[in-house]
Structures are given as C-alpha cells and as structure tokens.
C-alpha cells in the first residue's frame, strides 16, 4: 500500500476501504510515514469529510494505536464525560465527584490547557501535593477506594492521536468534524468507560463556532460510541461567554468548591447538574428526574464535596484546601478592568478572555511553559448585565506585574459595551442521543 494513492483518494472524495486506514494510522504511528504527507491527507479530509463509515474505523485505529485501559476490575458502572474544550469551564470537579457520590464509578483522564482553553489537570495541580500522573495501578488503586480518581493522560493512550493532533494544530486542520471527533472519541474508547457522555461546546470561545455545526460533532461522536457498545449522550452547551465568574486554575477550584456547597453562580451550577443528570441516566440510576434530584442532593448532603475531598487525598494532596480553598492564596499583582462608558455588556468573548487569562500566566503559549496557578480574572459582570462607567468589570491577577498592561488590554478588546441589552443566549442549546436531537 502507498500513502501516496490514499491521498489521492481521498483528495478526490473517493471513501477510503478498512484495510487503508488502519495500514495508515498503523504506519504513521510507527514514524513511517512522514508529517508531510500526513498534513496532505489531513488537508484532504478538511475539505472532502469522511463518512460515516470511515470516521468509525479512524476512530478504532486511533484508539487501538497504543493501551486500552482496562477497568472490568473496578466495581459499578463506569461513567466518563468529556468537554470538547472551553473557558472556565470547571465542571469535571463539580460532576465527577456528583456522580461518584451518587455511587457511579468515575475513572477519568483528563487533559492540561493549550492555547486559551484551560485543562482539569493543571486545576487540580494547584491544590498543593495533587499528584496527576498516576501510574495506572495506582490510579485503578485510588478508583476502588474512593470511587473517584483524576489523573492525567498516559503517553501511550491512543498514540496515533497525540502525534495527529500536534499535526493538525500546525496545519490548520483542527476544526474538522471527522478530525475532531475521531481524535476525542479514540482517547474516550482508550479510556474505557462504559457511559459517557459528552459537552460539545458552541459559540466564540468553542472549536465550533455555530449551533449546527455543534450538534452535527455530536452526532458523529455519539453514533460512534453507539457503534463501539457504549452508552453515549452529548448535550450542546453555550461558550460564547465564560462559564462561570473565575477563570485561572486555583480560581476555578475555589468556584468549583463553592458549587459543590450550594453557593455556586447559577450557569456554572446549571450545567453541571445538567451534565451530572445525563451521566446519572446512563448509569441508569433512575429517570430524568430523579437523576437531577440525586445529583442536587448530592450537593445539599455535602457527598460530592466529600469526594472531591477523598480524591485529593487519595492522590496525595492535602483535602484542607477542599474545603477550604481561599488557603489556596490570592496572586500578588491585581488590575481593574473598568467601564469605559455605561450601558450593557454586549459581547464577552469567551476566546479573547481566554487569552487574557493565558497571558497573565494561567495558561501557556507552549506544551513546555510553566503555570502561575493563582493568575486568572474574576469577572463581576457578565453578559447582559448593566454596567456604569468606571464601574469595575473584571479583576485580572498575576503574580508577575509585568504582565498586566498586556493582559488588561487583550480583556479590552474581547468585552463590547452598548446601550441597548444583548439578547439572553440559551445556556443549553440540546440533548444528542442515539435517538436523535431534542
Ligand atoms: N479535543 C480533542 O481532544 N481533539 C480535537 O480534535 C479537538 C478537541
């Protein structure tokens, strides 16, 4: 078989057979085929898709590419879910431990932030003694005691994605449904759950920009965990505007805590019992109803708090900053954003306030830089909300003052105030099942 011929084929919409794809992905994860000829076939995809069909045994081979991890030892239903990526969204702390309090088994990898997206790992890496890189023994070990464990991605878990993805990220060919969907579904089969259910984002600050384009992604993903035996759900959820008032990693696992206790803002809380709904249904633990009721009592009783607790612990930190977080510390250097005239806030660019946050150091440029996990912004308005003139709208902080007149001026360009109120976006735009879209 040559490369050369699948791209061919490809390049003129012809559906690759079984056998060339997995001899592709099989070859390239070896290193012999080289980049080049993986981002033309890459860029062929872009613009020629891949059926159905064909993005299934991608996913399959991606998956199969490196360990499939295991966890019929662990006892109960196994339940995953995966954010296709946004700001501010802390939601795996506030439902994982939800569901594990609901008696759920959450085995979950999860990812660092890239770019203006933040990451679960680097969160719980600023509550100090976190460990994120468990071996998988222990990490299994830490599931079967508490229910519940976190732990970063193992370099051998679908191989073939990490070499992709890099590829793709330097080749504009991310924002690909086909792409997108086989890269994230091959680590969610790696990983081995037997539910998951899946937050594809919408709106400015999401891989996909519109509603449409979002729920086609779904349905992508869920037909090929239908396909793989396993229970799947998506809902559509809006990143137009940060979820959330706290973006910056131990920021964000001070909102998450005061959502565990019943205190958190009202969008942050939707979606996460939302989320912890879908997850609770899969699992079969009652109908839509009850689900919501078990999860919103898993907050009242303080269960989900206390395993979030159980699961620091068990990884080696210290659970005190649990419960209470504001030991985590405040960052040294602080800066205003104000009103520059009054009326609305009209637009909160999810990415740009992203960005902002990055470049106060709670994210990095690079897969090498270091984080400042007490930099981030808290917001205190939102979109929609009215504001006055030199009324304060976001405090940024940092611990390194340099960085602020940069940072301050990126958080300017991404808010846009006007004097007539925004129209209110959905927070949950739809539910993609099997059984098609609601
Ligand atoms: N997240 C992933 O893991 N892969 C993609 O392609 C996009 C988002």
New binding site residues.
């Given amino acids: 078989m040559r490369m050369y011929d699948i791209i061919v084929k490809k390049r003129s919409g012809i559906a690759l057979s079984e056998e060339e794809i997995r001899w592709m992905i099989a070859e390239y994860t070896k290193g012999n085929i080289p980049d080049y000829q993986m981002s033309a076939f890459l860029m062929s995809v872009y613009f020629q898709g891949m059926t159905d069909e064909e993005t299934a045994i991608l996913t399959d081979a991606m998956a199969g590419s490196g360990e499939r991890l295991d966890l019929s030892s662990l006892p109960g239903v196994k339940v995953d879910k995966?954010s296709?990526?946004g700001v501010g969204d802390k939601t795996t702390m506030i439902v994982a431990p939800i569901v594990a309090a609901c008696g759920c088994t959450v085995a979950k990898l999860s990812?660092r932030g890239l770019g203006h997206t933040g990451g679960t790992v680097d969160k719980l890496e600023s509550i100090p003694g976190t460990q994120t890189s468990l071996a998988k023994d222990e990490f299994l070990d830490v599931v079967r005691r508490t229910g519940i464990a976190v732990t970063g991605q193992s370099g051998n878990l679908a191989p073939a994605?990490k070499k992709l993805?890099a590829l793709?990220d330097v080749t504009a060919t991310?924002d690909s449904i086909p792409?997108?969907a086989?890269?994230?579904m091959s680590?969610k089969l790696a990983a081995g759950s037997d539910c998951i259910v899946l937050d594809v984002k919408t709106g400015s600050g999401a891989?996909m920009k519109t509603v449409e384009d979002s729920i086609r992604l779904a349905q992508k993903m869920v037909a090929i965990g239908v396909r793989n035996g396993k229970k799947i759900a998506a809902l559509i959820t809006d990143m137009d505007v940060p979820l959330g008032y706290q973006i910056g990693n131990a920021l964000e696992v001070e909102e998450a805590v005061r959502t565990l206790k019943g205190e958190g803002p009202e969008d942050l809380t939707e979606v996460s019992l939302a989320l912890a709904t879908q997850m609770l249904l899969l699992a079969d633990k009652g109908d839509m109803d009850e689900c919501r009721s078990l999860a919103r009592q898993a907050i009242d009783s303080g269960a989900a708090l206390e395993k979030l607790a159980a699961m620091v612990e068990g990884q080696g930190g210290d659970s005190d900053y649990v419960y209470h977080p504001e030991k985590l510390g405040r960052a040294s250097f602080e800066g205003e954003f104000q009103a520059k005239e009054s009326g609305y806030l009209a637009q909160m660019d999810a990415e740009g306030i992203g960005i902002a946050a990055s470049l106060l150091g709670a994210g990095r440029e690079t897969k090498e830089s270091t984080i400042d996990p007490l930099a981030g912004i808290i917001l205190l308005k939102k979109t929609g909300d009215a504001v006055k003139q030199g009324e304060t709208i976001a405090r940024l902080l940092t611990s390194e003052e340099a960085k602020l007149d940069g940072a301050l001026r990126r958080f300017g360009e991404a808010v846009a105030i006007s004097p007539k109120a925004p129209r209110k976006h959905p927070l949950i735009y739809a539910r993609v099942t099997e059984q098609g879209v609601e």
């Fill in positions: 995966h296709t990526g990812g994605d993805y793709r991310v792409l997108i086989a890269s994230i680590k891989f």
